[in-house]
């Protein structure tokens, strides 16, 4: 716009130094709003509101038909247990693999592992299923991830023994010769219960928090949190994590989820 | 008489950001040197957990953006500011409470993120309570520069010079980022969830990651190069036409791209061809600017011989015209899907961060030196020992990655002659070794010029100073 009629506007920006923000503010928005703003509203950012044709949803049974089934619940011999089953459908992450993803996180591991599988045919051979929306939609924040030194994790769920991952993030050479990564040994010491300068890890506040921005845990889940990760260590916790990665939905291979 | 024709500049405050920004540099090279050691030979981790590779890296981005960019933006914006409009800054003790909470958090931000607290997003890690602190800073920096500007005598200057519409740009974009990328629930002081999540957050956060380039790292340095090329070259800017369509092309167009990260992703796929498309364009107003400061040395071409710090200037240009061509090419959707996740943007970022914004700074900072101290460099042949380091430093690592990037992304999509998978992962990693240990050379050559510009610096000033006592007691 400005650049069309630079005689007038441009002169007077260039005197009008509140005029020059403005018109700055403005060229700098336009990209925003038309990129952004649609993704909060438009059906199929995610796959499974995305509609067909006649208006019905495409992939509903992507997300976990919860019901009143439990989550996570402490059965009669005292282990925690799930009333879902891997394949159900995508749900909130449980306290303990949400205390995992912020071990994850305080060791920035999506800076070398990428979770989101791109549709090409060594990738699926390599990884799975390419990854959908629908997969992350209660990653506060997203763990896509922008570079592969170490291989995609979005389906690592499963795919190794809870033993495997112990023994590789407490020496990842031992298990891969040629691996870069760095060892982890401190996870299998600490616990998990302790937050930083051994505060408490109050996964109250935290699934309260991801209620408020949307994740639908009850207030049952919220009041048992602390409680379900008492006694474990980091390990435990980031294991879990992983563990149930690309693990929540059962993915077609003959159908187009996305175009 | 002098000083009586010549308005009194602040100029205390633009050295104590001038050479602040040149310690982190040393000190930012150097972890990204060890950071890309880590890579090559894993035991320098020592299982210290502060020091590990995820959290080294991220200590390593923020430094140099941040600490060095972050410095080295504030002196010359002070600096240009106050010459551009003929007056001293609108407030010098707000100029000064901003440098001591700028060191103060950067100090912060480091031991933070070193004990692993952090938002993870990619090039803004820092928790929320350093998070909101910056931002007050760089309020406190657009308000200064602002007023500073908007006070000026418009008898004298009645036009705003072209450096400072683009560190508007840099000043306005980076606050406009910063808030919508930070938006979080706190749930204690050292934690906080990102209020987006899945496809959204992801948007969000690479419209934040571009632009941190194309404003952070982009529009404020070519707000650097529109006033110190000039000055340095002797000559004014060879196209003041040039320079209007560079800025509007550059503040409309540059927003765009951040969509282009996340191709083949489950981002839906008309955000990332936008992004891809707008992309390819952005090479004209990118070229054209790289241009408008090269094509300011035509007839005065023989001074790159003798000018070594004019030889900063132009080769930054160089690098920032190649990267500027890199990045479209590798937005195009058929190279994006070899390139993405490998080595070769580790490769694109660097030859835009130490070719363009590191070479470009380092011409800056010379030719301020001397203005400032009002003095002579103490060695102008380090300066040149101090070019070849940083170039041939940069073009070592660049190279590495190059290799290391494409070789990775044609292994992992090999197939044998059975039609499976020709390599493991691990066989990739396995081939990185070499150009992993490439990189870490290049890495150390340009520390190492870092290292001696600081010293040739600190000489300089020791130099200036003993030079003012003598003149006081004579």
Redesign the interface.
Known sequence: MAVQKPKNLQEWMEQNVFALMFGTALAVSVATIVEIVPLFYLDDTYEHTAKDESGNLKSPELLWNRGDKRLFYKDESGNWVSDWKAGDGVRPFTPLELAGKDIFMREHCMYCHSQMIRPFRDERERYGHYSLGTESIYDHPFQWGSKRTGPDLARVGGKYSNEWHFMHLKRPQDLVPESVMPAYPWLAENSIENDFFNTKRDMKARLEAMRLMGVPYTQEDIDNADEAIKGYTEMDAVIAYMQVLGTMVKLDDNKVYRE | MDTVVKPQYNDGVVKAFTLAAIVFLVLGTFFGTYAAS???W?FL?F?T?EI????L??IHTNTVIYAFGGNVLMATAFYIVQRTNGRPLYSNKLAWVQFFAFQIGLLLAVISLA????????YHELEWPLDIAVAIVWLLFTFNF?MT??ERD?QKV???YVAN?FF??LL??VT?LWVLNGLS????L??S?????????????W?WGHNAVGFFLTAGFLGIMYYFVPKQAQRPIYSYRLS??HF??L??GY??L??H??Q??????W?GS??AV?SLAMIIPSWGGALNGMLTLSGAWDRLRTDYILRFLIMSLAFYAMSTFEGPVMAAKSVN?LS???DW??GHVHSGALGWVAMVSIGAVYHMTMKLWKTEMYSMSLINFHFWLATIGTVFYIVAMWVSGIM?GLM??A?DDYG??AYT???S??A?HPY?VMRAIGGMLFATGAAVMLFNMVMTIRMANARQTQLAHA
Request: hydrophobic residues 50%; proline residues 4%.
């Open positions: 880590e890579l090559a894993p981790n299982d957990a590990t590779f995820g959290r890296r991220v004990l692993g607290m952090s938002q993870v997003k990619e602002t500007i908007a418009k009645p036009h705003i519409w508007f740009g306005i974009m406009y629930v706190p749930v204690s050292f934690r969830y990102s209020m987006f999540s899945g496809v959204q957050d992801a948007m969000i956060q419209w209007v369509v509007w092309a503040m409309f927003v765009w951040g969509a990260h996340l083949y992703t489950a981002l839906p796929d955000v936008l992004g707008i899907a993405h996740y490998t943007t580790v990775q992992w999509r197939y499976t998978l992962f691990a066989e990693v396995a990185m992993y």
